[in-house]
């Protein structure tokens, strides 16, 4: 973390001295549960240090100003250090000193002077403010970290509150819609709402925002399934930003894994959480949080020491040989360590608040490779993904894995538990290449299509394994792929230097915006492709926020720190295209809905079975024959079809199916493909539901076999087989 902040000496706000009033009773209590606990009596206090020598808690006044009391934890049990107060209720406000060796070289960094936040806290209040007191060591000193800050922290950091976590949840019960029906929506709780016009001021860009009636009614009439949240834990704007009158919008900078981020919410209540996972939950929505579990806002050796560092150093991160040094497989300073037991305890203990307390659905883990990264390396069946496969809780929960990370061997899609799904860049990358018409796709492309097989396809995973997508919050909208050769992140500060450049996207002559209804016209039908492609993919699909009515970010592919009108979703600059192609997108969810072969549980092989006497999966050339070997090596070639047979066998139980037969035409050709639509057993002529060439196509054309269709450049179809008539039986003869 590079804390660039004044190291001139500042005198901090003169604080009360502690024990100004008398001394709080305080008992023995107990070293679990973890945190602080009301039980209706009184408050137990416990906080795991396995190397400090003594720990006190402060208590504040209810804002958090003035620090009132300092109390010794009275009893060390397992390397928990805890203590219960009589007099504490829900609205107590504390934080932690937690003495020891301050040895930088051995690991150790105790500063007694340093105000902590509880790695349990459940919720966190006022801002953190950026001052040299928050670094354990002297800022600008000659001796770096080595040297010791004497000066009190408290006066410029958040402070914990003790909460009642009491509350009456609605009739509804969690949706639990099963993977293979599951369709993902990832957004931003601020951003979603931020310009929502039916969302009243006070409640844009919280969880109450989310929870308005009208924003949900948007989301359920969509036809998503779920909606995948950026991070909401309670997260720090790092200096370097706030310098620059930026913040961290995308929230990926943890400093508490159980509290809610403070700026997300409208009331002074946590529960304001739980409300708006019960209106969705009412209204079918599964929650899906994006977590980050991987490292913490307290950065490298250099950073600041606002909680786990102070705590027990040696125990949450992982050090170098030279333990001075941090390791950073994440690219942000440090990496949790999850090999030790109670760091790999408070993880888990964090999930289970969420997914209990709170009735998260699920959890999208970033750079999920470092959470099975063992001292040696990343193992199928690391400590941490096999304490959430065993766990009668999370094993329950969906759990999606951002499989990679900066660190060795950190690349491992298609290498995580059964029970876990992936993103899968695979597919992310070779769509954009097809649709972009980029030589020799189609045997990638065929792969990608029938969820990645090659990659997925063991340990009796599932199809719903590979999570599909063409664009996420991290790169650019599905508008901007197709409207930006480069990208624009000059608004980041950094000199259009961050942020990925080998995007695949395409503007089609003009860089950004354009009146050119030729342009227009080819971009939105791009934007139909992928959108097509992505919801009749096999696996599970993932949309971006905004990309169903063409949101821009003006080529930003990298708004991580764009908490404005590049990242919030404009509402009522929707135009026209916009809502036309919105209208479009949830056509195509409903059909991905109503055809269950489109989503089907068992991976298709393309193999012919000769007890139905039927493939499941067949590739055809544009003149409806089977394609060849040749076929598949041809690097010009851009057209292909796909046939899915409803006739294949659905389960384990060798049965003809009796789902309908699909037949999807792809042309990432430039120029028009004629392609011969093929004669199947068991039908007659075939219904064309999709051509992205046509988006207002209400009612289903009928073709017959045999039927040569010219298809248009950069388009996709899809045409469903209409049953052959069957004889009506003879009418039997009266004697």
């Known amino acids: 973390m590079n804390d660039k902040v004044d190291t001139r000496e500042q005198s901090p706000p003169q604080i009360v001295a502690p024990n100004v009033r008398r001394t709080s009773?305080?008992?023995?209590?107990?070293?679990?549960?973890?945190?602080?606990?009301?039980?209706?009596?009184?408050?137990?206090?416990?906080?795991?240090?396995?190397?400090?020598?003594?720990?006190?808690?402060?208590?504040?006044?209810?804002?958090?100003?003035?620090?009132?009391?300092?109390?010794?934890?009275?009893?060390?049990?397992?390397?928990?250090?805890?203590?219960?107060?009589?007099?504490?209720?829900?609205?107590?406000?504390?934080?932690?000193?937690?003495?020891?060796?301050?040895?930088?070289?051995?690991g150790h960094r105790f500063n007694p002077n340093k105000l902590l936040l509880d790695p349990y806290a459940k919720q966190l209040i006022g801002d953190l403010k950026w001052n040299p007191a928050l670094f354990g060591y002297t800022l600008g000193s000659p001796d770096a970290d080595l040297s010791f800050d004497k000066r009190d922290s408290a006066p410029y950091m958040q402070k914990c509150r003790v909460v009642e976590s009491a509350f009456t949840w609605a009739r509804a019960r969690r949706p639990q819609i099963p993977w293979e029906r599951t369709i993902i929506y990832e957004t931003h709780l601020r951003g979603f709402t931020m310009q929502h016009p039916a969302v009243p001021r006070e409640f844009r860009g919280t969880f109450s925002g989310l929870m308005q009636h009208e924003v949900i009614e948007y989301i359920k009439n969509l036809g998503v399934t779920a909606v995948e949240l950026l991070p909401i834990h309670a997260f720090v704007d790092d200096s370097y930003l706030v310098e620059k009158k930026l913040k961290n919008y995308w929230g990926y900078n943890s400093i508490g894994f159980f509290a809610p981020q403070p700026r997300y919410l409208a009331t002074p209540f946590i529960n304001e959480v739980k409300e708006m996972v019960s209106h969705l939950h009412d209204a079918g929505i599964e929650v899906i949080l994006d977590v980050v579990y991987n490292h913490t806002a307290e950065g490298n050796e250099l950073g600041p020491t606002l909680s786990f560092r102070g705590i027990d150093n040696a125990s949450y991160y992982r050090l170098a040989p030279d333990p001075r040094y941090y390791i950073n497989d994440t690219g942000t300073g440090n990496t949790v360590n999850l090999s030790h037991s109670r760091v790999l305890q408070m993880v888990t203990d964090s999930l289970r608040y969420w997914a209990q307390e709170v009735q998260i659905d699920g959890f999208r883990f970033d750079l999920a490779t470092i959470l099975g990264r063992e001292p040696h390396g990343f193992e199928e069946d690391g400590r941490f993904l096999d304490a959430c496969r065993q766990d009668p809780a999370l094993s329950q929960v969906k759990l999606i894995a951002e499989p990679w990370d900066c660190g060795p061997g950190g690349y491992q899609v298609g290498r995580f538990s059964p029970g876990w799904a992936e993103w899968n860049d695979r597919y992310r990358d070779t769509v954009r290449a097809y649709w972009k018409g980029e030589e020799g796709k189609l045997p990638e492309l065929a792969a990608r299509l029938t969820a990645s097989a090659d990659i997925f396809n063991k340990r009796g995973r599932r199809p719903w394994a590979s999570v599909n997508f063409v664009t996420a919050h991290d790169g650019f909208t599905l508008n901007d792929l197709v409207s930006y050769n480069e990208k624009h992140n000059e608004a980041n500060g950094e000199d259009n230097k961050d942020g990925h450049d080998h995007n695949l996207s395409f503007n089609y002559g003009v860089e950004g915006p354009t009146d050119e209804p030729e342009i227009r016209s080819l971009r939105l039908r791009q934007i139909r492709n992928m959108l097509a492609t992505l919801l009749f993919s096999q696996g599970t699909p993932m949309l971006l926020a905004g990309d169903e009515f063409a949101r821009t970010q003006q080529g930003n592919n990298n708004a991580y720190c764009q908490d404005n009108e590049v990242s919030w979703i404009d509402w009522e600059g929707i135009d026209d295209d916009g809502v036309e192609l919105l209208e479009f997108t949830r056509k195509l969810i409903q059909l991905r809905q109503n055809l269950p072969i489109l989503r089907r549980m068992r991976f298709l092989s393309g193999i012919y079975n000769e007890e139905l006497d039927v493939k499941d999966v067949t590739w055809l050339t544009p003149a409806g024959d089977e394609m060849t070997p040749e076929n598949w090596e041809d690097p010009n070639a851009r057209c292909i079809s796909i046939l899915l047979d409803g006739r294949a066998q659905p389960t384990g139980i060798r049965r003809r199916g009796t789902d309908v037969t699909l037949l999807m035409i792809m042309n990432a050709h430039n120029d028009v493909v004629k392609c011969t639509l093929p004669e199947v057993v068991g039908g007659e002529a075939w219904m064309c539901h999709i051509d992205t060439n046509q988006p207002d196509l209400d009612t289903p054309a009928e073709f017959g076999f045999g039927k040569v269709y010219t298809v248009t450049g950069h388009s996709l179809l899809l045409f469903q087989l209409k049953p052959a008539k069957q004889p009506k039986p003879e009418k039997r003869k009266s004697a």
């Open 25 to 106: 009773r305080v008992r023995e209590g107990l070293p679990y549960p973890l945190g602080a606990t009301w039980d209706g009596l009184g408050v137990n206090f416990a906080i795991f240090s396995a190397n400090a020598t003594k720990v006190e808690l402060c208590l504040f006044d209810e804002d958090g100003e003035r620090e009132i009391e300092r109390i010794e934890l009275p009893e060390y049990t397992d390397e928990v250090w805890h203590g219960y107060l009589p007099d504490a209720r829900p609205g107590t406000t504390y934080g932690y000193r937690v003495h020891g060796p301050y040895e930088p070289t051995a």
